[in-house]
């Protein structure tokens, strides 16, 4: 009978990483063993490969690449994993797709604890079996100290369009009307209240969410009315409306007052001096629809508990300058620009 | 939001805008300049442009600290954050400022200098007490609202001991900007810019009082009506204006009662009196050298002046030739007659400092009003 | 230089500080730099400091005033 063998498991409590996790050792497959592949486990995973197979159906497939930097890791409502997870499914789904895989790879410093990474993959794991797509295959890297802000998370996804389906940023036409799925700038507000030199106490979490089954209903309620949809991260819903604009050679038209903003959210920019239009979302997305398709298309979002606070906050007009005109709602006009620079808090 | 909601209203918006428009007589234009960049930012963000009548036109004062800091102060600025013992702290607001050849406090820290966004002085106080082995300095801005914590930040930097805490200190005054507009040539004897009135700023006004713009009021008969920041506020505050030029009265009068008194916060101004004292003349951009106008650290408490423990030789930079923002900033141009103005200009890489700070005259039309202007050149 | 927001007191804390809250939103500020400040006053906030109490006397005036313009049919300014 020979020994049983034995393996010291990691020391997840108070172990933190060192550069020999990197290095392609033993010590690194017993930590994409005991953190990656128990936390993510699926069919693919448990081949060992570097790779993972599937069969290709019919249809045209989408490909999605992001990057995860945040800072902090650690936010109210969720964490760079789980982010990692919603945003490259959400990626994937702005174009109508149904997401099928996730691959994710992990850049992570020397000196990150052990805790904090399996809080990371368990989110991530947590995240990809609500939403039902597997992260089937990843990488593992370590660099010194001070080279990575305690881990950066890099990710694709595929998924595969229904026949006949095509979205695209450039087909949204004068008179189409504009939708957001639900209350902007939660995400980036929960974000900062972490952050140290802007600390403030609220009780708002990050939207951060898997929007592919919403887009589902969408789809079918819309039929070819939908023209494009994408979500509103970095820059916020004014990024992604100045990008249509100059994609679609239109201009927007915006009520202000019909924007859905929580009044926490409202309250935390003014003391801040931010505005909420460039606030960065997770868990909504905005979709140019034509008029004919859009009350529709409104019901079925807000039959959906992701879309309950839909609305449609303007429409597109034509505007050889492209401008994303608004309508305040105290009734003068103004533009929403594009964010210049970073988006600092502002004092005066 | 409590005493925020109630002055946006939309409704009571367009019936100031109805009362406005009654009494503004059609035979005349009224120009009123309002003095504070808070009140720059509110007009073009809610559109309020866009709810007077055509003969009510705003004019857009050099109230915004950042933008009136000249160009060899951010140069001295950047120059103590590139100092490897020094931690610089200061405002959002000032990281794009632009100094000389292209530098900015942002970019200095991208460069690897100490430089920390920080919200209050008393978070400047906190990485002090923190971290004892860097020299912490604050960049001290601001007109008299923003004075006061820098007051506060020195005497708690004087109890605590901190050896380590200084403030370059930038601060202004109102009255003194506001005269030095109301004697230059072009309002007093060429009459190249028209000016009715004034709205007085809002919080500078919850420190100083109402009674310091008395002086303003009698010696150069403009009517000045202090404002709160809300859109509703400023609308009520033209509307008093235009009441005051119609009857040919030049007073000193309070829109904002629920935070402005005639004596303003004497607590407040007791703090700054104990730490700060006049200096004889101060540079501001646009506007040349200002007798009177700026604020120092009184010798008692020398041990905290970032610009004697550094030794900071002041040296004055020249704006880009072509830069506007000194005609601007006095209301003798407007952003679109700056050449730069949309093109080399604009918050992505600003020439000049009302570019980049959100109350600029030029970001405001920028960031919020620029479509007007091709509406204007459609209609002309 | 004067973005400043109003916010109500909710609790004083030692050294001249105090928690003031915003639609749910709660900051810790300095309110050393008013007088008497006591919970359920509302201050004007900048940077981090109180600058002011709020007069809800005349605050109810000034929107009096705004309400009657809403109303008045004649000519003339308040």
């Known amino acids: 009978m020979s020994p049983k063998a034995y393996r010291r498991r990691l020391d997840i409590k108070n172990g933190r ?8 050792g033993r010590a690194m497959a017993q930590l994409i063993a005991d953190v990656f592949h128990e936390a993510l486990d699926n069919e693919w995973l448990r081949q060992g490969n ?10 045209r497939m ?7 930097v945040i800072s902090p890791l650690f936010f109210p409502g969720g964490n760079i994993g789980s982010l990692a997870v919603h945003g490259t499914i959400n990626d994937v789904a702005m174009a109508g797709a149904r997401p099928l895989y996730l691959s994710a790879s992990f850049i992570i410093e020397e000196g990150f604890a052990f805790a904090d990474l399996k809080r990371i993959a368990d989110s991530m794991g947590e995240a990809a079996r609500a939403a039902g797509v597997p992260v089937v295959t990843g990488d593992t890297k370590v660099v010194e100290r001070g080279k990575a802000d305690g881990v950066f998370i890099s990710t694709t996804g595929i998924g595969v369009v229904p026949v006949g389906l095509n979205l695209s940023a450039e087909k949204a036409c004068p008179g189409d009307r504009v939708i957001v799925s639900g209350t902007l700038g939660d995400h980036g507000v929960a974000v900062m209240s972490k952050r140290q030199n802007l600390t403030f106490d609220t009780a ?19 039929g070819s009315g939908l023209r494009v949809m994408r979500d509103p991260t970095r820059g916020g819903l004014a990024a992604t409306l100045n990008e249509l604009a100059q994609q679609s050679k239109v201009g927007f038209r915006i009520d202000e007052d019909a924007l859905p903003v929580k009044p926490e959210v409202a309250a935390a920019c003014e003391l801040l001096g931010l505005d909420p239009l460039y606030v960065a979302n997770e868990g909504k997305l905005v979709a140019i629809v034509a008029p004919e398709a859009a009350d529709a298309m409104l019901a079925a979002m807000r039959a959906h508990p992701l879309g309950r606070d839909a609305a449609v906050v303007g429409e597109v007009v034509a505007d050889d300058h492209r401008f994303v005109q608004m309508t305040t709602a105290f009734g003068g006009g103004r533009i929403v620009d594009w964010l210049s620079g970073e988006q600092l808090p502002r004092i005066c | ?26 035979g005349r234009s009224y120009h009123f300049m309002e003095f504070c960049g808070g009140h720059t930012h509110a007009i073009s963000r809610y559109g309020i442009e866009d709810l007077l009548p055509a003969n009510v036109r705003m004019i857009h004062g050099p109230g915004c600290p950042v933008c009136v800091l000249p160009v060899g102060r951010i140069d001295a600025a950047i120059a103590l954050a590139e100092r490897p013992e020094v931690t610089l702290c200061t405002y959002g607001d000032l990281m794009r400022v632009p100094g000389s050849h292209g530098t900015s406090l942002l970019r200095a820290k991208a460069a690897g200098a100490d430089i920390r966004m920080v919200y209050s002085t008393l978070d400047a106080i906190g990485i002090a007490e923190a971290e004892p082995e860097r020299q912490v300095v604050f960049f001290a801005i601001g007109f008299e609202t923003t004075t006061p914590p820098t007051a506060l930040a020195i005497r708690l930097a004087a109890q605590k001991k901190l050896s380590n805490f200084s403030v370059f200190c930038n601060h202004v005054l109102t009255p003194s900007a506001i005269q030095n507009i109301l004697e230059s040539p072009d309002v007093r004897t060429l009459g190249t810019v028209r000016i009715d009135g004034f709205i007085g700023p809002a919080h500078v006004s919850t420190v100083i009082g109402t009674e310091p713009y008395n002086f303003f009021a009698e010696e150069f008969a403009k009517p000045v009506v202090v404002s709160g920041f809300e859109p509703l506020d400023v609308m009520q505050a033209i509307l008093m204006l235009i009441a005051q030029v119609n009857d ?4 000193v ?9 005639p004596g303003g916060n004497a607590r407040a101004k007791a703090e700054v009196a104990e730490i700060f004292e006049l200096r004889k003349s101060f540079e501001w951009r646009g506007l040349g050298v200002v007798p009177y106008s700026g604020l120092r650290l009184k010798e008692t408490y020398a041990a905290f002046d970032a610009e004697r423990r550094f030794g900071i030789d002041y040296v004055p930079a020249r704006d880009n030739p072509a830069c506007e923002c000194g005609a601007i900033l006095r209301g003798v141009k407007k952003p679109v007659d700056c050449k730069l103005f949309g093109t080399v200009c604009t918050p992505e890489t600003p020439m000049g400092s009302c570019m980049v700070s959100a109350e600029g005259a030029c970001a405001a039309h920028w960031t919020y009003g620029r479509f007007r202007d091709h509406a204007r050149r459609k209609a002309s | 230089m004067c973005l400043a927001i109003p916010a109500e007191v909710t609790e004083l804390l030692p050294d001249g500080m105090a928690r003031v809250t915003l639609d749910g939103v709660g900051k810790i500020v300095s309110v050393a730099l008013v007088e008497d400040v006591a919970v359920g006053d509302y201050v004007v906030i900048h940077v981090g400091y109180a600058l002011t109490k709020i007069d809800p006397e005349e605050a109810r005036h000034t929107l009096a005033l705004l309400a009657e313009l809403a109303v008045a049919p004649a000519e003339g300014a308040p």
């Open chain 2, 253 to 261: 009068e309070n829109q904002y009662v629920r935070a402005v008194t």
């Open chain 1, 17 to 24: 990483v060192d550069l020999s996790h990197g290095s392609g």
């Open chain 1, 62 to 68: 989408v490909m999605t690449t992001d990057g995860y």
């Open chain 1, 204 to 222: 708002i979490v990050s939207d951060s969410a898997a929007l592919h089954e919403l887009v589902a209903t969408m789809v079918t309620a819309a």
């Open chain 2, 1 to 26: 939001m409590k005493y925020v909601d109630e002055y946006r209203d939309g409704r009571l918006a367009r019936s100031l805008a109805s009362s406005i428009a009654r009494i503004a007589d059609p």
């Open chain 1, 50 to 59: 570097d790779q993972a197979a599937f069969d290709v159906g019919a249809g």
């Open chain 2, 248 to 251: 040919g009265r030049h007073e």
